[in-house]
C-alpha cells in the first residue's frame, strides 16, 4: 500500500507545483460535502463550566475497538451494523486531550460551514500536538480532498492508515481518489478491503457494483 501510494503521489505532485489541478475524471463520483460530516460534540460547555473528562485505559480501548471491528464484520442486521460503525467513530474522536477534542470541534463546525481554509488552520495544530491522533489526518485528508488537493490527501491517507489500517473512512477516501485518477483496479480493490471492515458501507458497495460493470464492458 504504502509503495502505491507513493507512486499515486508522483502522478499527482506535478499538478501541485503549478496553476493546474488534477482533472475531473467523471461525474460519478461526487466530492464529501460538509453533508458527510457529524460536528463532534462541543469540549466546552456553554456555562463555562469545567470539562470532565473521564480517563481510559489505552489497552483496555483498544481491546474494545478490537472487539467492535470483529462484531462490525459479522454483523448482519443493517441497525447493529450503524451502532458498532458509530460505537467505534466515537472511539476514533477521543484524542485524550482537551485542546485537540476543542480544535477537532471547531473544525468540524468550520467544514460545516464550508470555511475550509479555518479547517485546515485547526487541524494543522491538531497533527502537531497530537500525531498519533488518526482522526486528526483523516479529518484534514478529507478537507484537502474538499478542495481538490489530493497530492496533500494522500499523504494524510497514509498517516491515517499508518496508525489505524482499519480505517474504513480514509480506505473509502484513498479508493475515491484512486477512481477519480483512473485507477480503477486499485479502486475496486480498496473498496473491496473497506467492505470486509464494514460490510454496511454503501457507498462502497455502490462503487463496487459500478467498477465491476465497467469491467466487464457494461454501462455502470
Known amino acids: ?3 502505491f501510494l ?3 503521489l508522483l502522478s499527482v505532485i506535478p499538478s501541485l507545483s503549478g496553476a493546474q489541478t488534477v482533472p475531473d475524471l467523471g461525474p460519478e463520483v461526487e466530492p464529501p460535502s460538509a453533508e458527510d460530516f457529524s460536528p463532534l460534540p462541543d469540549a466546552l460547555p456553554e456555562d ?3 470539562v470532565v473528562v473521564e ?3 489505552p489497552e483496555e480501548e483498544q481491546s474494545r475497538l478490537d472487539q467492535l471491528f470483529a462484531d462490525l464484520a459479522d454483523v448482519e442486521e443493517p441497525t447493529s451494523a450503524e451502532r458498532l460503525a458509530r460505537e467505534i467513530q466515537m472511539l476514533w474522536m477521543d484524542s ?7 480544535l ?6 468550520a467544514i460545516q460551514a464550508d470555511d475550509h481554509g479555518l479547517a485546515l488552520d485547526l487541524l494543522d495544530v491538531v497533527v502537531v500536538l497530537k ?3 488518526a482522526e486528526g489526518w483523516n479529518r484534514r485528508a478529507t478537507v484537502h480532498y474538499m478542495r481538490e488537493d489530493f497530492g496533500k490527501s494522500l499523504v494524510d491517507i497514509e498517516r491515517t492508515l499508518a496508525l489505524e489500517p482499519r480505517h474504513w473512512g480514509a480506505l473509502s477516501g484513498l479508493a475515491i481518489i484512486q477512481r477519480r485518477l483512473g485507477f480503477d483496479t486499485e479502486a475496486l480493490e480498496t473498496f473491496r478491503r473497506a467492505l470486509e471492515i464494514h460490510p ?11 467498477l465491476e460493470k465497467e469491467a466487464e464492458g457494461a454501462p455502470a
Open 6 to 8: 507513493f507512486a499515486l
Open 1 to 3: 500500500m504504502r509503495i
Open 55 to 57: 480517563e481510559t485505559d
Open 104 to 109: 477537532m470541534s471547531r473544525a468540524g463546525k
Open 48 to 50: 463555562g463550566g469545567q
Open 96 to 102: 485524550g486531550s482537551d485542546t485537540v477534542d476543542i
Open 200 to 210: 454496511g458501507l454503501e457507498n462502497a458497495l455502490e462503487a463496487i457494483e459500478d
Open 131 to 133: 500525531p498519533s491522533f
